[in-house]
């Protein structure tokens, strides 16, 4: 199913991508070079359909109300919210709208995306490039940092724009787990001596991946003997030692690993119904936001690996066909302010960390940001940025996925 259209959402889609009346040129040619007043121009009175995860109520509503707010009442343009459980679904679209002729009118304005998307819309020329510059918020990028120039190892080029960033995170409950694992092993280990009480979304399900990942670094070695270009040989090496390891914890998982949690909102509810005693995200923020809207018990506490934990810089992307790219671009640009950066950074916001240099910003919103007040249940940035790990090249990870479904998940 991940590999192929959904036509459901397809066809929702279709409904909802009015053309603008100022829509553009299939290929954005007529928007290189152009002022941003003029983009800006172009904008008015249109609108964006803008197609991200729609797992967070707390994202969601921040979307919808903050950003949706500023568009409408600065711009006039209105925004499309269209929530998807996979970002491969939106990536689908515009790859089966190009192949089906679609080149101008497409369904998809902009995708919340990165890694192995990226790569595929980059690689199957599916992206609109080459005009991040225009952007008056570019400034506030810092570009030569290379966990910013490269989404997963694949060079940014001017084909999308920096969000946010997140670095995978654990948590457990104080009340009923007095010392949790701190590393790989321990987790392993940890898991055999408690049967039933730790489990895992299946993969490709984004955070079920990134576990296994770190069990594969683990396997490997540390992550230095996996950077760089898809080596088959060592793949073959390190998968073989995963798959063992994995296979052999199976037994010991939540229902025995006869089945595996579809998505991480499904361990998250396992965790608290108190089925499993172990949790994880790739957004640390989350365990607050869980606490103060009651899904968590306040004794919940996240914490980082003493062996690191992997972190990433998400982005938003255009389409080749988005024929509201201008709208798009007033999007992006928004996304990227200061003000907007912050407001995400808030705890009851969603308490994501910048994807911009805070330094570049106004001294009032270096203030802002300074005067932040993390909740104190979430997994300390700093402290986690300390053992902070590289995600692989895309084609490691799609490897990795693939290699899973057909030794462990099946």
Request: hydrophobic share 40%.
């Amino acid at each position: 199913m991940k590999n192929q259209i959904n036509a459901g959402l397809l066809a929702c889609a279709l409904v909802l991508a009015p053309i603008a009346a100022h829509a553009d040129t299939a290929d954005g040619s007529s928007l290189i070079g152009k002022s941003w007043d003029e983009v800006v121009s172009l904008a008015k009175g249109g609108e964006v359909n803008w197609f991200l995860w729609g797992g967070s109520d707390n994202i969601n509503q921040y979307v919808t109300e903050f950003i949706g707010g500023i568009l409408k009442d600065d711009f006039d343009i209105k925004l499309n919210r269209v929530g998807l459980s996979d970002t491969v679904e939106a990536v689908n679209i515009v790859l089966g709208e190009k192949e089906s002729g679609v080149l101008d009118k497409g369904s998809v304005d902009m995708i919340w995306i990165n890694g192995e998307n990226f790569r595929t819309m980059k690689q199957g020329g599916l992206a609109f490039c080459g005009y991040t510059e225009t952007l008056p918020n570019n400034k506030l990028v810092d570009w030569s940092n290379p966990a910013i120039a490269n989404d997963f190892g694949v060079p940014v080029e001017g084909c999308e724009v920096p969000w946010s960033k997140a670095q995978f995170a654990f948590a457990y409950d104080t009340a009923r787990t007095n010392s949790p694992p701190k590393s790989i092993p321990e987790i392993i280990d940890w898991a055999k001596a408690n049967p039933g009480k730790f489990t895992y979304p299946a993969p490709p399900d984004f955070n079920g991946s990134v576990f296994v990942r770190h069990v594969f670094y683990y396997a490997a070695g540390g992550v230095d003997n996996l950077l760089g270009d898809f080596d088959q040989a060592k793949y073959d090496e390190v998968a073989a030692k995963t798959w063992e390891i994995l296979n052999d914890l199976e037994p010991s998982l939540w229902r025995e690993g006869k089945t595996y949690p579809a998505s991480i909102s499904a361990l998250e509810q396992l965790y608290a119904n108190s089925e499993v005693d172990l949790t994880f995200n790739y957004e640390p923020a989350g365990v607050g936001l869980n606490i103060e809207n009651g899904v968590f018990p306040p004794t919940t506490q996240g914490y980082g690996l003493t062996d690191g934990t992997i972190g990433n810089t998400n982005y938003t992307i255009i389409p080749f066909n988005s024929p509201n790219k201008a709208a798009a671009m007033v999007l992006q640009n928004v996304l990227l302010s200061g003000q907007a950066q912050y407001q995400k950074a808030l705890p009851d916001v969603w308490g994501a960390a910048a994807a911009i240099d805070v330094s570049r910003t106004s001294d009032d919103i270096q203030a802002k940001f300074a005067s932040l007040n993390p909740h104190p249940n979430v997994a300390p940035a700093a402290e986690l940025a300390k053992a902070a790990l590289p995600e692989l090249q895309a084609s490691w990870i799609s490897a990795i996925e693939k290699g899973w479904q057909e030794n462990v998940g099946n």
